[in-house]
């Protein structure tokens, strides 16, 4: 109890700083990221299904007129949607959001199988990539960031990593049923 009091006594000097960077023109401050959201949603209105195309998201905003008056928080004029579901939602509509969330449910189905592994490596990391993707899944809602290539490769690699770690697992356990038959 006496930790939680030291470090709200030490934040207090720090609040009109926070309180600015929350609400004011800052493009990370969450006033940017309402209207950010909002005009998503009207750029989404008429496209939901194959959405606006992919990478265009700071031309349309540009398109519909800019109603929330965005660009003049943003550096160079441009903004892009932080929530990264809601930026697939628009640019790729329901099919590719949708597409993006069932390799991400297989991805970690299969960590979730190796974890469920008799291997204790395996299960290790099964595990590991479970809580790792979750973060990436729960930080996806507040920051584009993983949109970038280098996010996705990493991405890509831990996914292919844990299926041959599963098969890995599966190759071994089939070996000892052999031996034990």
């Not at 006496?2 to 929350?22: D, M």
């Not at 939901?48 to 965005?70: K, Q």
């Not at 790729?92 to 991400?104: E, K, N, R, Y």
Request: glycine share 10%; charged share 15%.
């Amino acid at each position: 109890m006496a930790f939680f009091f030291v470090v709200v006594l030490s934040a207090v000097p720090l609040l009109p700083k926070v309180l600015e960077r929350f609400w004011y023109a800052d493009p990370g401050s969450v006033g940017v990221r309402f209207d950010l959201q909002e005009s998503s949603w009207l750029m989404l209105q008429g496209n939901w299904l194959f959405g606006i195309g992919l990478n265009t998201y700071a031309e349309r905003l540009a398109l519909i007129g800019d109603p929330y008056r965005i660009a003049e928080h943003m550096p160079d004029g441009q903004g892009v949607e932080h929530n990264l579901y809601l930026l697939l939602l628009v640019e790729t509509g329901v099919l590719g959001c949708a597409m993006h969330l069932l390799v991400f449910g297989i991805v970690i189905r299969q960590a979730w199988q190796c974890y469920r592994s008799e291997d204790l490596l395996t299960a290790g990391i099964g595990i590991g990539v479970v809580m790792g993707y979750l973060a990436f899944f729960v930080r996806g809602f507040v920051d584009y960031s993983y949109r970038l290539d280098q996010a996705f490769m990493v991405f890509w690699f831990i996914a292919a990593f844990l299926f041959a770690a599963q098969m890995n697992a599966h190759g071994h356990s089939s070996e000892r049923v052999a031996q034990d038959g």
